[in-house]
């Protein structure tokens, strides 16, 4: 059933009070559903980034792809509460094939939605869906403005096809009169430092906003080698680490608590429910939706609750939460340091 979108509006800003509340009393159960919803459309990739668990073929979900039959079913009465959707975690969203089916669902029901993507499959028809489909921002991992440096870390990457794919996206864009905001997103590694070069190459692609992320080593990298961590930037403000000897998020431990169970949830492409995306291994599975049960039914079940319960000691045992940039940058999609302003 859809609901008018200033009751959508309404009921969306009280659910989000509740979250709030839940987080401040520390409950292990949260008042509201979730405002944002991470979904894996797939966990494959066409590129063998090194610090990726899936492009180091890691990844233990590579059979499979969410349904957007799956998708819909599963947000149950979570369609009023979810904001946010964003397709992405651990895999190349445009590779399925039904991605557009699932913008289209999530648009439907007043749903922001974004797609984050290597770049390479943009010249393809499944752009034009998407973008009719009523995708509110696509963001490009262009990556580096230096074709040279492009490969060390997309793997199998063509820079080239990146940027014509970029320009081609933007150029359907216009002609669809579609209303999504293209974004090109780089990384501050080494030897591609330099911000106002970054920002340059952004706009020369027609970029409506330039992101710059730092490199994140997830908890699939336990033990870095010489060579992922010379992928860092040698500047100090660009690292999220203490050392390398501390592979730990800058972050005063004692002072913070994640808020990120008491708001958004994770939806993998094989069905299962994980704390977040930095979850890589799917080590923390808080419950399914490939028995029939639906997003509601996981939220507060006896797994999440137990987590949210448990969470100051797991964040301090944890790679994946002593190295998350989140606790640091108290932004929705950790790690975003520069944000352009609006071509």
Known sequence: ?????????????????????????????????????????????????????????????????????????????????????????????????????????????????????????????????????????????????HAHLYDRYRVGGDFELVERNFRHAVARRRALGAKTTIVAQYMAMRDSEDIDAIIAHGESLGADKVLVKTIGIGSSFPKPTNEQWSLLPETEEFRRYVSRDDIRAKVEWDDVRCSYIWQTMVLNSDGTCVPCCRDQDAKFKLGSIKDGSSLPAVWNSKGYRRYRREIRDTQKAEIMCQRCALLTRKQLDPGYVFTAAET
């Open 1 to 145: 059933m859809l609901i008018p979108r200033p009751l959508l509006h309404y009921f969306r800003a009280l659910n989000r009070r509740l979250l709030d509340l839940s987080y401040r009393f520390d409950l292990p159960f949260a008042l509201g559903g979730p405002s944002s919803l991470m979904v894996e459309p797939i966990a494959v990739c066409n590129l063998r980034c090194p610090l990726c668990p899936t492009g180091v073929r890691t990844t233990k979900r590579d059979g499979y792809t969410l349904a957007p039959e799956d998708f819909e079913r599963a947000l149950g009465w979570f369609r009023y509460t979810i904001r946010t959707v964003t397709f992405w975690n651990w895999g190349e969203p445009f590779m399925n094939r039904d991605l557009a089916k699932m913008v289209a669902i999530a648009s439907r029901h007043g749903m922001a939605t974004m797609i984050s993507t290597n770049g390479h499959y943009l010249d393809k028809p499944m752009l034009d869906d998407i973008l009719a489909a009523g995708l509110t921002r696509l963001i490009v991992s262009v990556d580096t403005p």
